[in-house]
T-cell receptor
């Protein structure tokens, strides 16, 4: 079945540091890939997505590239801010039929220190 | 509406009581999902509705949990005879059908069983 694996947290960085949160997946067919962000006390918000190989999703300074050859969708940001502190979830949605649902990773808690 | 609306935002209930949680999805979204998020944990899938099809109930943790979706729109998640382990944030999401569409989440209902 489909699965998403992302790096365990918490990840603690200083402000203006470079961020990478790794995400790899296993899926049938040709999935779409997503990153969601959950700020403290809030629901999940879609951060970015990519729907086919080599696509790059980007939003709010974050980027992720759909790499089919390595089945990865790593999240990156060049210079993080304290306001980026949140939990980040990688997810996929398979086009291979069956339930039309997202498969989520377990989430990575990111803490940015001033 | 503009987003997914959940009510109540917070609910404190006594052990053994029944509770109902409501989700009002985005108009036109055919798919609706319920997830549970316990403190510091990832997302636990509960149930999925797609149009007029029979729901996917495979994630419901026990027969105390049930959900319905009336008229293909509003959904209610009911927990009977609540237990302390039911304490969590219950998240609802809706989406259009298709692999390229992500979910839009509500802000969740924080349930505390005392």
């Amino acid at each position: 079945g489909d699965s998403v694996t992302q790096m365990e947290g918490p990840v603690t960085l200083s402000e203006e540091a470079f961020l990478t949160i790794n995400c790899t997946y296993t899926a049938t067919g040709y999935p779409s890939l997503f990153w969601y962000v959950q700020y403290p006390g809030e629901g999940l918000q879609l951060l970015l997505k990519a729907t086919k190989a080599d696509d790059k999703g980007s939003n709010k300074g974050f980027e992720a590239t759909y790499r089919k050859e390595t089945t990865s969708f790593h999240l990156e940001k060049g210079s993080v801010q304290v306001s980026d502190s949140a939990v980040y979830f990688c997810a996929l949605k398979s086009s291979g039929g069956g339930a039309d649902g997202l498969t989520f990773g377990k989430g990575t808690h990111l803490i940015i220190q001033p | 509406g503009a987003g997914v609306s959940q009510s109540p935002s917070n609910k404190v209930t006594e052990k053994g009581k029944d509770v109902e949680l409501r989700c009002d999805p985005i108009s036109g979204h055919t798919a609706l999902y319920w997830y549970r998020q316990s403190l510091g944990q990832g997302l636990e899938f509960l149930i999925y509705f797609q149009g007029n099809s029979a729901p996917d109930k495979s994630g419901l943790p026990s027969d105390r949990f049930s959900a319905e979706r009336t008229g293909g729109s509003v959904s209610t998640l009911t927990i009977q005879r609540t237990q302390q382990e039911d304490s969590a944030v219950y998240l609802c999401a809706s989406s259009l059908t298709g692999a390229v569409y992500g979910y839009t989440f509500g802000s969740g209902t924080r349930l505390t069983v005392v």
